[in-house]
């Protein structure tokens, strides 16, 4: 059983759920799947297993990858390949394999058969040795079956070339009376027939026979099907790729519950790549294993736990016992490897230092209709005690696993030789850093040859790397020089169908863990944005962000758990002039400027109540800083923070304020000092700095004065008591609320007391519509029927006339 998934998401600004920045959102025109940051070191890549791409392990199903995705599409270059050279075989060797292939898979069948009806074949192919052969007379059999091939290919689906734009005759495009494109396969059929009933070198006839085959499939005429296979192939020969491309339509024409039709799509998956994806989908495990052999039976349960995301090990024991030659089973390992990756190492990465779980609103999560549902559904919904209890039996379960994976793989160890040894070994090795077992994990890469495969090699040094983030202190030099030279290494390998950002990727993940586990969040935040820089540095979106200057994206993490201490620690790193190597990697990034960290240092000050300290961080950065695009400053805090939102209609709102937190601190600051003077103002000051706190929180137009995300769903964030103080007073404008209370203890006059009383009515209104406390609703209350002694004041009146009105007087 694996472990729950925890996705993150982080938010973006839109038009009624404002948004800063999305990783899964599809509103926001991108999204992410779960396989998309899933935690994978594991990555050997020997050559025979290219062929194997399409099935590696992800939560993400393959049945569902188009056939034009590059995982399939890419791994038809082998029978391509073979298919060309069959051709060169049959043409005497004379055409090169290069020229065969632009004709047989770079040549639009249209632009072929045009070229063809011209007399221009060799004028259009200039030089092209297959074409210089076809046109020899001697040689036009071969010729008449290209072109019947690529007649055959502009009737299949997924072809770009629209056969309804050609410009030339009729003759050519099959129209009859019927169904144009039946039709034209009727036609092909029945050519294909008559050319096999003529005198055809057998190279010939086996294409003929394949095209047969594939038509009768098409027009379900599935006994016709085995007919034709069984008169021209007999059986699949490893030699001859039409006589396994034709074995998948005798399978998909044979009984799906018969061993016949398991037989023949084990013999084709063995035998070409370009069928591997098709044979393991419709591969059934309705079948009798005593009818097939030893090597027939391997590879079945091959198939078998290809198709399997959870535990295959009896899978893969019993297909090495079976044949311990079988060329699959390290995949299998691999697959294996990489789902416990999946299961022990992902949760750790999201789990209690993710972003999701250090979300300050989650706990705060309150749904109606999610709560009555549980209650009608407890089956389906544990507290977080269980399922916190049953995620630590999960990993146990699946660290017992891996004690029963390696005993497996040890067994297999001593009885392998060469490469095959070697990934073993390496298996061996990541399985015992995944347990922590590092003496283990020491012993086994010691195994290692040093002419072993490079991507074992590469994999050894990733072990290396991850081994020594788990033993050696990571805060000491020696640990950071280690880490420095081995990561430079990777980042510099470049090998074939080797992804090394993803392991970059996931040891910055390991190692930021590991330093947020020791409160080093500067470190642990720095490596968790360097980790999201190798998953993503090579998309557009990403590369869009980078360029447009401080944003967001590049001081979540520190919003999300930084310290004063820490965002001070972090600025005089980035304006360090003279870097340490470890440093230096650190920030080669996409980081934001020193100003948009001095920003959130500020900002932090002003949640935490320190104007001053807020004050002179602003001071110290470029006063128009906040009419630049950096953050949508200049888009979302461009009101004035003096008047409280819903003062004046929308219509009668101006955007176009110049807001500039400097000046705003400067003024609190000035007011409270005013304030405390305790003259007849002092309520008119308690009363703007009501207003002020108003405006930055959830309810006001300045929200961006204190976080930098707002969305209509916070509102269901609403069991405040778990959120830290200064994010239950954005939700509840607690601190404003105590100014307008000072300003009714202090007023002098009936305006004062007037304008108090209705903000506080209005306060208490939003709160009880957020929250619906017995609390707020009796404060509402209460201050509405105050109200009732101010009808005459001008503040009442300029209320009573507003957008607000239905709120102070309901």
Not at 439 to 458: F, T, V
């Amino acid at each position: 059983m694996t472990q729950k998934k925890l996705k993150r998401y982080i938010v973006c600004l839109a038009s009624s759920i404002f948004l800063l920045f999305a990783l899964q959102s599809k509103a926001c025109g991108f999204y992410e799947t779960e396989a998309d940051y899933r935690a994978m070191m594991f990555r050997v890549s020997l050559p025979w297993l290219k062929c194997m791409e399409p099935f590696n392990y992800t939560m993400s199903s393959f049945y569902y990858l188009p056939v034009d995705n590059p995982l399939v599409s890419d791994l038809n270059g082998n029978d391509r390949y073979r298919n060309c050279l069959e051709w060169q075989v049959a043409c005497n060797k004379k055409p090169s394999i290069d020229d065969i292939y632009v004709i047989q898979y770079d040549t639009d069948p249209a632009s072929f058969i045009l070229s063809y009806a011209e007399n221009m074949l060799t004028s259009v192919f200039k030089n092209n040795s297959f074409i210089k052969y076809l046109v020899e007379e001697k040689n036009k059999d071969l010729l008449h079956y290209m072109l019947f091939a690529k007649k055959a290919e502009l009737y299949e689906a997924g072809r770009n070339t629209h056969f309804e734009d050609w410009t030339y005759t009729d003759r050519y495009t099959y129209q009859d009376d019927g169904n144009e494109k039946g039709s034209a396969k009727t036609k092909l059929l029945e050519n294909a027939n008559s050319m096999l009933k003529t005198k055809l070198s057998r190279f010939l006839k086996e294409r003929y026979a394949f095209q047969a085959c594939r038509l009768y499939y098409q027009f379900n005429q599935y006994p016709a099907v085995i007919y034709t296979y069984d008169k021209y192939f007999e059986k699949i020969d490893k030699n001859s790729l039409m006589s396994v491309w034709a074995g998948l339509f005798k399978a998909m024409a044979t009984p799906s519950d018969s061993i016949e039709y398991h037989r023949l799509l084990i013999h084709v998956f063995n035998n070409c790549d370009e069928k591997k994806f098709r044979c393991v989908q419709l591969f059934r495990d309705n079948f009798d294993e005593k009818e097939l052999n030893a090597g027939e039976l391997s590879t079945a349960l091959v198939l078998m736990a290809l198709k399997n995301p959870g535990r295959s090990l009896e899978q893969i024991k019993k297909a090495f016992e079976l044949d311990k030659n079988n060329k699959y089973i390290p995949f299998l390992v691999l697959r294996e490897v990489n789902k416990l990756e999946d299961w022990i190492i992902t949760p750790l990465f999201y789990g209690k230092y993710s972003i999701t779980n250090s979300d300050p609103f989650r706990c705060a999560y309150y749904s109606e209709w999610l709560e009555e549902y549980k209650k009608n559904h407890p089956e389906e919904y544990k507290s977080d005690e269980e399922e916190s209890r049953l995620q630590q039996e999960n990993l146990i379960t699946d660290m017992k696993y891996i004690s029963q994976l390696k005993a497996v793989l040890s067994n297999m160890f001593s009885r392998s030789s060469g490469e095959i040894k070697d990934f073993y070994a390496i298996s061996l090795a990541h399985l015992s850093l995944l347990e922590e077992n590092t003496s283990d994990a020491q012993k086994y890469m010691s195994m290692i040859s040093d002419k072993a495969n490079p991507s074992i090699l590469l994999q050894k040094k990733v072990g290396s790397i991850w081994l020594a983030i788990k033993t050696q202190n990571i805060e000491s030099d020696k640990f950071k020089d280690y880490f420095v030279k081995n990561i430079s290494d990777l980042e510099r390998i470049s090998m074939p169908n080797f992804d090394n950002n993803k392991m970059l990727f996931t040891i910055s993940l390991s190692l930021a863990n590991e330093y947020l586990k020791r409160d080093n969040r500067v470190y642990g935040n720095l490596f968790r944005l360097k980790a999201d820089w190798y998953n993503n540095k090579e998309s557009d979106w990403y590369s869009s962000y980078s360029r447009n200057g401080d944003s967001y994206y590049t001081t979540l993490y520190f919003d999300i758990n930084a310290t004063i201490s820490d965002m001070d620690i972090l600025i005089r790193l980035l304006e360090k002039p003279n870097k340490t190597p470890f440093e230096e990697l650190l920030c080669d990034q996409s980081l934001s400027s020193a100003n948009a960290y001095k920003e959130l240092k500020g900002t932090i000050a002003f949640r935490n109540n320190d104007l001053k300290l807020a004050y002179t961080t602003f001071t110290s950065m470029p006063q128009d800083y906040w009419q630049r695009e950096s953050f949508s400053f200049n888009s979302y805090l461009n009101e004035n923070p003096f008047v409280p939102k819903g003062l004046k209609a929308d219509k009668y709102r101006s955007f176009d304020y110049k807001f500039n937190k400097t000046d705003f601190i400067k003024e609190l600051i000035e007011l409270e000092e005013k304030a405390s003077q305790k003259d007849e103002k002092s309520s008119d000051y308690y009363n703007r700095l009501g207003d002020a706190y108003f405006n930055t929180t959830y309810w006001g137009n300045s929200w961006m004065m204190t976080r930098y995300s707002w969305s209509s769903n916070d509102r269901d964030y609403s069991k405040i008591d778990c959120l830290p103080e200064w994010m239950r007073n954005y939700m509840t404008a607690g601190t404003a609320r105590r100014y307008y209370e000072k300003a009714l203890e202090k007023a002098a006059n009936e305006e004062q007391k007037a304008y108090a009383t209705v903000m506080l009515r209005y306060i208490h209104y939003l709160n009880f519509s957020f929250r619906s406390q017995d609390y707020d609703k009796r404060l509402a209350e209460k201050y509405r029927d105050n109200l009732a002694n101010y009808e005459y004041t001008k503040a009442y009146q300029i209320y009573r006339s507003n957008c607000i009105a239905p709120f102070i007087t309901n």
